[in-house]
């Protein structure tokens, strides 16, 4: 599956899978095969993966709810957050839930500037690998009853914070690596998390088969060659208090988003989305040195947008210096529609691109 910029959303494969976008999200219920999923701006979400899992995300975060296969996750910048699934293995405490299930095989997480955070089952047998390149500011922290032992650097305090952990005397390598974030150890009930997981499972399942017949149904009214956008399927029982459409979201959603903001500070959300609910947009101004001097181009920032939908913080992904100070400048004033999830205002991660040309 492909798209220039929109979101994939997959409720259950039982295959292998691809997915591509350009600057869209990418979210999976379940899927069987091996997954392969990646996105040049948004986030990638995954219930429950049961093959081989590579995603890559060039400016989101990645969530994965319960891996229980090798898994290789990277982002250039965006947080990943992981549970890990427990072994199956004789006499480690599982039940028969987890029966004929292995825990995750060798994997890789890689964020070059943000954090990882991985949920670990007591009872799993794993050997973690854990390095922050550009220790200092950054730290591996990790829950007291975890073996972790830490290297720091040196007098310098600019050098490579490195971790080791044999965990139930160690198992198949789990290696973490970020450039300029934290990396964050902790416990986990990997039975409650495999819970919550089935139950969002569902609800994700109900509403593709209604989004499906809504397509096909669609499709049989459409003339020749179009196909008009499907509307959002209504959850099985309306909420006590009712939302907006714009505002509506489904559990999968919800779920997700609880646990971006609870972690992150905020949610994701891919730049078309949010950038459609501007109440105030001021232009850049060209820098007239930069006019002087012919240069022109394009830049691309990242901001952190309040609940009341105030810009709170601005950060330069890329763009020519000269340019990016006028960027920053308008972008500050801009202002947003509140983002509303489970009926409160919630603070937005997001990017945007400021275009400069001469002509």
Not at 151 to 172: K, L
């Amino acid at each position: 599956m492909e798209t220039g910029g929109g979101n994939i959303l997959i409720g259950r494969a039982s295959g292998d899978v691809f997915a591509s976008t350009v600057g869209g999200q990418v979210s999976f219920g379940e899927v069987s095969g091996s997954l392969h999923a990646r996105t040049g701006g948004g986030a990638i979400r995954i219930a429950r993966s049961n093959g081989p899992t590579l995603v890559e995300s060039t400016h989101g975060s990645i969530m994965l709810t319960d891996a229980e296969c090798p898994v290789r996750a990277s982002t250039s910048l965006g947080t990943i957050t992981a549970w890990i699934a427990a072994d199956s293995g004789e006499g480690n405490g599982s039940t028969t839930e987890r029966e004929g299930r292995h825990g995750i095989g060798p994997s890789e997480l890689d964020s070059t500037q943000g954090d990882i955070v991985v949920y670990l089952p007591r009872e799993l047998s794993v050997t973690i690998d854990a390095i922050v390149a550009q220790g200092g500011l950054s730290h591996i922290v990790a829950d007291p009853d975890i073996p972790i032992k830490i290297s720091y650097p040196g007098v310098s305090g600019t050098g490579p914070v490195r971790a080791e952990c044999e965990m139930n005397g160690g198992g198949e390598l789990l290696h973490l690596r970020v450039l300029s974030g934290n990396i964050i150890l902790k416990l986990s009930d990997a039975q409650a998390a495999l819970r919550i997981a089935a139950q969002e499972m569902d609800q994700l399942r109900e509403q593709m088969d209604a989004q499906t017949r809504m397509l096909a149904q669609s499709d049989s009214e459409a003339p020749m060659g179009f196909l008009p956008p499907p509307e959002l399927p209504q959850p099985p029982e309306p909420p006590q208090h009712p939302v907006a459409p714009e505002q509506f979201q489904s559990r999968f959603d919800q779920f997700a988003g609880r646990l971006e903001e609870l972690f992150w500070g905020g949610i994701e959300v891919d730049p078309d989305t949010q950038q459609k609910k501007h109440v105030n947009k001021v232009e850049a101004v060209y820098p007239d040195l930069a006019r002087q001097a012919g240069i022109e181009g394009t830049v691309v920032l990242r901001l952190e947008i309040g609940k009341g939908g105030t810009v709170q913080g601005v950060k330069v992904l890329s763009g020519e210096p000269v340019l990016a100070q006028a960027a920053m400048d308008a972008v500050e004033h801009w202002r947003y529609a509140p983002t509303v999830l489970n009926g409160r205002p919630v603070n937005v991660l997001t990017s945007v691109s400021i275009e400069f040309h001469l002509k």
